[in-house]
């Protein structure tokens, strides 16, 4: 089955302890992104990858990292969380972004205290 | 700056009804406007409109886009219970056309 799986899908942490959250699709999309969702704000691209070893920022990329050493994985990592990461965080994959059809995780819901 | 704005924030409508669903967008170097349904957790592709596509529909859904005037709407005729949800539109907005932007969504609820 066709899928982009995140972990974990919750998570409750406290302020500097470093988190990942991981990613995996098995389409063989190059394209993949993460986004955080926030009450009234919408979807906020955080960083995206066009291919291995390819990442960029999107609008909201400051507190976050990613890495792209292979095609499949995606993760995003939290070196030092604070409460305002509070969200609810999609990986996303596409063949390109503007071929139409993200593929959404189904959320990764992360809370530090 | 790109953007991409929604309209109405949230709507509350009958089984039956048929609604629409509004998205302006300004962004640089148009290529495609993309629309999704998101139901209690990931977001799911509905439509995705482009010059040369301007018009699409799927069963009760159908959306249009007008490239002269910057929008685009989402009719939904015949409104189901399960056709409540946030309705999100997204345009890629920079010159390579790899970053995307959301609206801030339209939440739909529908009341049997």
């Known amino acids: 089955e066709a899928q982009v799986t995140q972990n974990p899908r919750y998570l409750i942490t406290v302020t500097g302890k470093k988190l990942t959250v991981t990613c995996s699709q098995n389409?063989?999309?190059?394209?993949m992104s993460w986004y955080r969702q926030d009450p009234g704000l919408g979807l906020r691209q955080i960083y995206y990858?066009?291919?291995?070893?390819?990442?960029d920022k999107g609008d909201v990329p400051e507190g976050y990292k990613v890495s792209r050493k292979e095609k499949r994985n995606f993760p995003l990592i939290l070196e030092s969380p604070s409460p305002n990461q509070t969200s609810l965080y999609f990986c996303?994959?596409?063949?390109?972004?503007?071929?139409?059809?993200?593929?959404f995780g189904e959320g990764s819901r992360l809370t530090v205290l | 700056e790109d953007k991409v704005v929604q309209s109405p924030l949230s709507l509350v409508v009958h089984e039956g009804d048929t609604v629409t669903l509004n998205c302006s967008y300004e962004v640089t170097n148009f290529r495609s406007l993309l629309w999704y349904k998101q139901e209690k957790k990931a977001p799911t592709f509905l439509f995705m409109l482009?010059?040369?596509?301007i018009e699409k529909k799927s069963g009760r859904l159908s959306s249009i886009l007008d490239k002269k005037e910057l929008f685009s709407i989402l009719n939904i005729t015949a409104t189901q219970t399960g056709d409540s949800a946030i309705y999100l539109c997204a345009a890629p907005y920079n010159n390579a056309g790899n970053m995307l932007t959301f609206g801030g969504g339209t939440r739909l609820m529908v009341k049997p």
């Open positions: 482009t010059s040369s596509g």
């Open positions: 990858s066009m291919n291995v070893e390819v990442t």
């Open positions: 389409m063989n999309h190059e394209y």
């Open positions: 996303a994959s596409s063949l390109r972004v503007y071929t139409g059809e993200l593929f």
